[in-house]
T-cell receptor
Framework: GENVEQHPSTLSVQEGDSAVIKCTYS??????FPWYKQELGKRPQLIID?????GEKKDQRIAVTLNKTAKHFSLHITETQPEDSAVYFC?????????????FGTGTRLQVTL | DAGITQSPRHKVTETGTPVTLRCHQTENHRYMYWYRQDPGHGLRLIHY???????DKGEVSDGYSVSRSKTEDFLLTLESATSSQTSVYFCAISVRGGQETQYFGPGTRLLVL
């Protein structure tokens, strides 16, 4: 099955700096790559996603890049703010024919310090 | 919140007892999923459903069963709970099940003593 690796597991940046989280996947059939943010005690919330026919996508301070050849994708957060502190999960989806199954990375705890 | 609720939100039970968790959605989404979340493992798919009475296994399905007798409810049952099933359980829905966003419910925190 699909395997998604995520690095780093923890990341500390100063407010205003950029943060980058990287993920690799194993199955070339994966075609959808969402990123979720999870605050303590809350549900995962989608922050951005990218499909396999697109190389880059931006939404204000957040961007995601996808390199299908290398099977890796990355989340970039610019001008970080304290409210960006959370755990971030990447995921890769494979369509099984009946549904889309997500495989998640193990998460990155981002801490934005003042 | 995509109209998803989970019940109970918290539960403490003893090893060997059966437990059923409920996921309820109000928007007639076809696809529903159950995940468990454990430290160091992220979220792992237990079972999913692609319609009423249509279900399939995920990567960690051993010890779990599911049922979906109507569109709005997806039930997860632990037939005989074990301490290794202590976890936070999230339900999710998606609209079409293909390259589509999955929206998560608020979660159920389960402790098996």
């Amino acid at each position: 099955g699909e395997n998604v690796e995520q690095h780093p597991s923890t990341l500390s940046v100063q407010e205003g700096d950029s943060a980058v989280i990287k993920c690799t996947y194993s199955d070339s059939a994966s075609n959808y790559f969402p990123w979720y943010k999870q605050e303590l005690g809350k549900r995962p919330q989608l922050i951005i996603d990218i499909r396999s026919n697109v190389g880059e996508k931006k939404d204000q301070r957040i961007a995601v890049t996808l390199n299908k050849t290398a099977k890796h994708f990355s989340l970039h957060i610019t001008e970080t703010q304290p409210e960006d502190s959370a755990v971030y999960f990447c995921a890769a989806a494979i369509n099984t024919g009946t549904a889309s199954k997500l495989t998640f990375g193990t998460g990155t705890r981002l801490q934005v310090t003042l | 919140d995509a109209g998803i609720t989970q019940s109970p939100r918290h539960k403490v039970t003893e090893t060997g007892t059966p437990v059923t968790l409920r996921c309820h959605q109000t928007e007639n989404h076809r696809y529903m999923y159950w995940y468990r979340q454990d430290p160091g493992h992220g979220l792992r798919l237990i079972h999913y459903s692609y319609g009423v009475k249509d279900t399939d296994k995920g990567e960690v399905s051993d010890g779990y069963s599911v049922s979906r007798s109507k569109t709005e409810d997806f039930l997860l049952t632990l037939e005989s709970a074990t301490s290794s099933q202590t976890s936070v359980y999230f339900c999710a829905i998606s609209v079409r099940g293909g390259q589509e966003t999955q929206y998560f419910g608020p979660g159920t925190r389960l402790l098996v003593l």
